[in-house]
């Protein structure tokens, strides 16, 4: 493989999630592809039609031309409505149409992956007309098939993979976003801290603060004297900050510390993941 050394890790875990994927449908029998999946309103079929179109709009295939049905209550913005075209567009392809084509989407992208030497600050396609490079496509397809492999895993009852390499590339993205949840979503005071605790098959402590202009940064280093400390488990972690439940749900999972409100509010918008 002939990707930029700093493409390689997300390369990799993508690799394994995307493989994980086919073995799991792969001998699934039709109606099992009906069942619905912590993804709100999608489907095994679905989760892995959005695989496939978003892996094709990596190797740079043009989208389906596809008018959506007006009835799909989970679809309500424009982010929502671009991902669905290519799932809506797979709605009615039985399981060996679904199997066939994700193998050989797989074999495509595993060429492309092969032959690529393009730089991590070239410009490739994003979501809605958009650009993004390189670097930021690949860790973003990492991180969604990891995300969409535990979607399958939990609607199969086949658990694993927690720690994955695509488990790291989600907890970074996941991280990365928790200054601004804390900050701005929330609305914690002006030099406050909230800690995080996560245990589990992937572990980290981690510091959001929120300096005197009310700007959130997050680090490694412990608070002496946080406002909130919230401690849950990886799996939990993950399926609240990707909107596959709501707090309320895992209440027993999640031990908080402190201030009881501002704990609600960060909960109540931990979901970064788009809609």
């Not at 390189?134 to 098939?145: K, S």
């Not at 009852?157 to 949840?181: C, H």
């Not at 801290?193 to 005197?212: H, I, K, N, Q, Y």
Request: net charge negative.
């Amino acid at each position: 493989m002939t990707v930029h050394p700093s493409l390689q890790n997300y390369a990799d875990a993508w690799t394994h999630s995307i493989e994980a994927i086919a073995e799991l449908v792969q001998p699934l029998p039709e109606a099992t592809w009906n069942r619905p999946t912590p993804c709100p309103g999608w489907s095994v079929r679905d989760i892995v039609s959005h695989v496939i179109g978003m892996e094709t709009e990596m190797l740079g295939d043009p989208r389906p031309i596809h008018a959506l049905p007006r009835d799909l209550y989970h679809v309500r913005t424009d982010f929502a409505r671009y991902m669905e075209v290519q799932v809506d567009a797979r709605r009615h392809h039985t399981a060996p149409e679904m199997t066939a084509e994700l193998e050989y989407v797989l074999i495509r992208r595993a060429r492309q992956l092969r032959n690529e030497n393009r730089s991590p600050d070239h410009l490739i396609r994003a979501p809605l007309g958009a650009e993004q490079t390189l670097e930021l496509g690949y860790r973003m397809r990492a991180f969604d098939v990891w995300v969409h492999e535990q979607d399958l895993r939990a609607a199969l009852g086949a658990p694993g993979n927690l720690d994955a390499p695509g488990a790291f590339v989600t907890r970074d993205v996941l991280l990365e976003a928790l200054p601004d949840v804390v900050a701005r979503r929330a609305g914690a005071p002006a030099s406050s801290a909230v800690v995080l605790d996560v245990s589990g098959p992937v572990e980290f402590l981690r510091t959001v603060r929120v300096d005197a202009e009310g700007r959130g940064s997050i680090d490694g280093a412990p608070s002496l004297g946080p406002a909130v400390t919230l401690a849950t488990d990886w799996e939990t972690f993950v399926r609240l900050a990707c909107g596959r439940v709501r707090p309320a749900d895992v209440a027993d999972r999640v031990k908080v510390e402190g201030d009881e409100a501002l704990a609600t509010a960060i909960l109540d918008n931990i979901a970064v993941t788009p809609s």
